[in-house]
């Protein structure tokens, strides 16, 4: 049969998420889900929702929750856009400044559906190794040099990898294209870069409340950047593409503050007893400012190690590229979870 | 400030979605929404959701939702691909089928978004002009030849208009590219055309729970096409497109028959006496098969009843191109609604 599809899309491969199995029993630490429900204001928002009103479509732009990420952030609704979780703002980053004359630079490794996105696009994407020690290369912004686009996580997936605040604002300054920090995972981290997104006219900082806010099921997240991009964005953007439950739940879920606290801190604490426990039985863990770890087994191969949890019944994730094959990805669960983790990576290592 | 936008986005104005007004007692006929709420089991459904699930993605391809809308159709499930909103798919449809050595046909007028939609890809868009009574006319299908995608709602909007089946299905036959039938409207129509996506390789027919399901804030579509065609737009989408709360309300919806044949009975006998009170008023209304009629005063100007209109708090929709500025589009109210929409009407065209 015939193909009509762009040639770019015959040629991909696709992107692979994660697998969600659904044995029962199971401990699923491989697509970094928040071990911990949401906050109660979310299940009170949930029980207070009006059926009825999902007959009308929802507000097109999401003002009350960008009115409260700008107020939390000290800027204009202008400067905010949410989207149908962080993957659709990718989606729509992509499209606006990556085509067959744009390529997108990325460091590697890094997370892995950004070429993707761009071979959608007919773009090139650019791979810039990263030190042996997963940091950014001294000469990172020359190989940078001609994309239209630079895409980081930061913290770094898979790695966990916090890039220097110092190193991020020079690339900032001195890049000249689009500088995407995908802030993912920076709830957990000691700090972040959402400032750039202000001080700085050409970069957007993206949050999702899948991870930090235990709302992965939910789909949203934001980005902010200055108020000509996010114009350009919005003309990219489906035109309802955040629904009415997800504007009332994640608004619901972003004014709980405390809980947000009080869930990161139990993460980041379990994280640094998983990162001392592994490196005590000869695993070579990255410090990690993540809610997971990347975490190499001895003897330089993360396969056996992967095959032998799944075995029993304990999802990771593993990444067979060169760069990534000695690791296992592990999220960080709850404490029970952990420890089952670490009774069987006893049993592994013997 | 220097761009970095694709010159495609800089140069695209946007598409503009019908208001969404927050004024009190208004009555809000302009987008095409459902007047009565939403199946009793989708408020079942939300009451019983259990906000903890939220912590975890969702299924990324919606197997039940999908499971469930191909036995309806006496299909495999890899023939349905389910979005957030038909827009999502439309989305990914003209980015899997356009850009610039792929052009875009469609008839004239028609659904707006989808010449946006081309320009974003820096395709083309081929608009054919439909006949004096808004049917196809006979050369369509010569006056289509050339392009990759052609794209139909059917019933047509903003005209309310549905094209001869027998039409349709030549075209699906004949047409050397990928036919989508839009029919965010059929469930308000005599005859629909979701057999022409299982019989016919190049065949979308794409179906919403926006309108006849009452779900518009839900955000939640589907297409039905041959697997081929489902697969390469599985590499488009974003990995977890609907979220668990709309997986769960739209298969709860899905499966109450009854209540949307109710509905739907009622918006349909609310239209015929709405039509028939316009036309002895002077009116020329088009015969519809959707959830709204399109509508010229006497005068052949639809803005100063439009304002009108407005002017007392019921919103319509008017589009000033020259083929429909004669026009007003009017979305099927309740009755007590439709009842205060023609004493005004009475007033005006006095």
């Keep these: 049969m015939k193909s009509y599809f762009r040639p770019e899309i015959d040629a991909l491969a696709g992107y692979t998420p994660g697998e969600q199995p659904k044995m029962p029993g199971l401990v699923k630490l491989n697509t970094n889900e928040n071990p911990y429900p949401p906050s109660p204001r979310v299940r009170d928002a949930v029980a207070n929702f009006d059926a009825r009103s999902l007959r009308l479509y929802p507000d097109p732009t999401a003002d009350a929750l960008r009115d409260a990420i700008a107020r939390r952030f000290g800027c204009r609704h202008e400067n905010v856009i949410c989207g149908n979780g962080s993957d659709d703002l990718l989606t729509m980053i992509f499209r606006a400044f990556t085509d067959p004359e744009r390529s997108m630079a990325m460091p590697d490794p890094a997370y892995s559906l950004y070429p993707v996105l761009a071979a959608m696009q007919g773009a090139e994407s650019r791979l810039i190794p ?72 050409n970069v957007i ?13 939910l789909r949203l997240g934001y980005a902010v950047s200055s108020p000509a991009i996010v114009d350009g964005l919005m003309k990219l953007k489906d035109s309802y593409n955040t629904d009415r439950l997800s504007q009332t ?6 004014e709980d503050r405390g809980y947000l606290a009080e869930c ?3 993460v980041r604490s379990t994280r640094a007893r998983l990162t001392a426990a592994l490196r005590e039985l000869g695993f070579r863990v990255l410090d990690s400012q993540a809610n997971f770890v990347f975490a190499a087994p001895p ?3 993360g396969k056996p190690y992967f095959d032998y949890l799944r075995q029993n019944a304990v999802i990771v994730r593993y990444f067979p590229a060169p760069r990534t094959r000695a690791f296992t990805r592990i999220t960080i669960g709850t404490d029970p979870e952990i420890d089952r983790l670490l009774a ?3 049993e592994f290592v013997k």
Tied chains: 1, 2.
């Design 130 to 201: 990263l030190a042996e020690d997963f940091s950014l290369p001294g000469d990172f912004l020359e190989q940078a040099k001609g994309a239209n686009l630079l895409a980081f996580p930061r913290p770094n997936a898979p790695t966990g990898v916090s890039f220097a605040r110092e190193t991020m604002e020079r690339i900032c300054r001195d890049f000249d294209g689009i500088v995407l920090i995908d802030e993912a995972y920076a709830d957990f981290a000691d700090d972040n870069c959402l400032d750039f997104a202000l001080r700085f006219d």
């Design 205 to 217: 900082v993206m949050r999702t409340f899948s991870k930090s806010y235990s709302l992965a099921g």
């Design 249 to 254: 739940i994640g608004l619901a879920a972003f």
């Design 264 to 266: 990161t801190a139990k």
């Design 299 to 301: 003897g330089g191969d």
């Design 344 to 346: 069987l990576t006893r």
